[in-house]
């Protein structure tokens, strides 16, 4: 079992920039892949960025790539999305998910996290 608690989020102007985190719970972190979602009002959630098990390998949505980040520090039980130059279609809830393997759709995750409002302003 894995609990997520995620923070970091909040209002920026475009252009700014935000350091996600998702703080997990439990000894069996650095056994997960992990992987940031999104919902933008009106939306379906969409997948943003994920990372295996040693934070070798990474994954990003296409249109994020270069602009966003993710990484983890397993003995920090902590993983991390930087976003940058960021822009108001980005503005959404951010939710950190917990997985079995590096996917890029919601059910391919076992454990989620409440999330974090992300507001960009223009």
């Known amino acids: 079992q894995v609990q997520l608690v995620e923070s970091g989020g909040g209002l920026v102007q475009a252009g700014g920039s935000l350091r996600l985190s998702c703080a997990a719970s439990g000894r069996t972190f650095s056994r997960y892949c992990m992987g940031w979602f999104r919902r933008a009002p009106g939306k379906e959630r969409e997948f943003v960025a994920a990372?295996?098990?040693?934070?070798?390998?990474?994954y990003y949505r296409d249109s994020l790539k270069g602009r966003f980040t993710i990484s983890r520090d397993n003995a920090k039980n902590t993983v991390y999305l930087q976003m940058n130059s960021l822009k108001p279609e980005d503005t959404a809830v951010y939710y950190c998910?917990?997985?079995?393997?590096?996917?890029?759709?919601?059910?391919?995750?076992?454990?989620w996290g409440q999330g974090t409002q992300v507001t960009v302003s223009s």
């Open positions: 998910a917990a997985g079995p393997a590096l996917r890029d759709y919601p059910s391919g995750y076992d454990y």
């Open positions: 990372i295996d098990w040693s934070g070798g390998s990474t």
